[in-house]
């Protein structure tokens, strides 16, 4: 429908900093959890292989650590982006079944957030589409080679920012909550 694929975006890198130390923080709760359980001491073996063992046998610890932790973690630092083809793009809103495919004669403009990691891209329909990655000169190419005006002026930066640490908090704030509530039982 799109053409053959041009360019796939990631997330930016300090981004998939902060989830890959969230799941080592979480990785490493869920490994020493292991130690403390009752059934685990009843054994009196305390090594690596056990604890696959005994995940093995009572899997549901590992099944909430894959669903809550493990899965978001690859998709968002890994799997989801925006993927430009040759007639167009499919804008990534999250969850895969929210995508949205929107093809180049639909563009209207683009503008230049950042220098060098973001861009907003107008369509005719007035709806807008923030574009983060770590090399932003790519997709401003595609764009170009399809005749689609830009404005590199940097004046919405200050906007962007503040929206990066708001987002920031967000997560931080997320994996606090779930913490917390892993630690007062309420997954058990």
Not at 65 to 94: Q, S
Not at 98 to 122: D, G, Q, R
Request: aromatic share 20%.
């Amino acid at each position: 429908m799109l053409g053959k694929k041009l360019y796939k975006t990631s997330m930016l890198n300090i981004f998939k900093l902060g989830i890959f130390a969230i799941l080592i923080f979480f990785f490493n709760d869920f490994y020493l959890e292991t130690f403390t359980y009752e059934k685990f001491q009843a054994d009196g073996r305390f090594k690596i292989l056990d604890v696959i063992d005994y995940h093995y046998r009572y899997p549901h610890e590992f099944i909430t650590f894959f669903c809550l932790i493990l899965t978001p973690a690859i998709y968002y630092g890994i799997i989801r982006g925006v993927r430009f083809y040759e007639k167009g793009f499919v804008y990534n809103r999250g969850i895969p079944f929210f995508n949205k495919a929107v093809l180049y004669t639909e563009i209207k403009t683009y503008k230049l957030l950042h220098p060098k990691k973001a861009i907003s891209i107008h369509s005719i329909s007035g709806d807008i589409f923030v574009i983060a990655d770590n090399t932003v000169e790519r997709v401003i190419a595609i764009l170009d080679q399809h005749n689609i005006q830009g404005d590199l002026a940097q004046d919405d930066y200050v906007r962007l920012i503040s929206n990066y640490k708001k987002f920031l908090m967000m997560v931080i704030g997320f994996t606090v909550f779930v913490f917390v509530l892993k630690r007062l039982g309420v997954f058990q």
